[in-house]
């Protein structure tokens, strides 16, 4: 039988997963419906699958691919998106391609307003959940609820991002270690 090099493989294992993991919960731009863009569907529910293909985190970028005049993209409530109502839309977009900047975690909800579009599934709705850059990683030990907690300083926004470069260029050091031995 073959004996594996454990001692060789795992710390690759090890950096791999930890760079997946870092990448993962990073903002991204996403082009929706990637080639297809953002167009009246001809059957079934191609943004839903779409969106199922991807995980998305507070600060992602989507961005709807359309020539301006034949579709627009407008961000709507839950109901709204629900029942294809285009008459009260919280915001809406008419040049494309157009960007929306996904600012809360939890569920967002796009539709086109022209016509029956929506009805025909050109709707988009996506979950948001909290960015590694904004939330507390989960190996810092549980904070006890302090009475003068105060919220982190607006300047203090770049230390997160910080760190996770920090992350990034000692993965890439244990790899180049690595790849010395
Ligand atoms: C959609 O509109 C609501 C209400 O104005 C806003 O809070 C939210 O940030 C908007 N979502 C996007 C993705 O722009
Ligand atoms: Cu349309």
């Known amino acids: 039988m073959m004996e594996m090099n454990y001692h060789l493989v795992m710390p690759w294992i090890v950096v791999l997963s930890a760079i997946f993991l870092v990448r993962s919960s990073l903002a991204a731009t996403y082009n ?3 080639s297809t863009g953002w167009a009246t569907p001809t059957g079934g529910d191609p943004y839903a699958t779409w969106a199922s ?18 579709h627009t993209v407008a961000n709507v409530t839950r109901s709204a998106f629900d029942g294809c109502n285009t008459g009260n839309p919280l915001s809406v977009q008419t040049n494309g391609p157009a960007s929306f900047t996904i600012d809360t975690v939890g569920s967002h909800y796009f539709i086109c307003t022209i016509l029956n579009h929506c009805s025909l599934n050109q709707k988009l709705t996506i979950t948001a959940t909290a960015s590694t850059t904004n ?47």
Not at 150 to 171: D, E, Q
Not at 172 to 181: A, E, K, P, S
């Open 32 to 34: 929706v419906g990637d």
């Open 135 to 181: 939330a507390p990683s989960p190996r810092s030990p549980p904070r006890a609820p302090s009475p003068n907690f105060s919220p982190p300083l607006k300047n203090g926004v770049g230390a997160p991002a910080m760190a996770n470069r920090t992350i990034y260029l000692m993965l890439m050091f244990i790899g180049f270690l690595l790849c010395l031995n």
């Open 53 to 70: 293909q991807h995980t998305f985190v507070v600060g992602d970028v989507l961005v709807f691919s359309f020539i301006s005049g034949s």
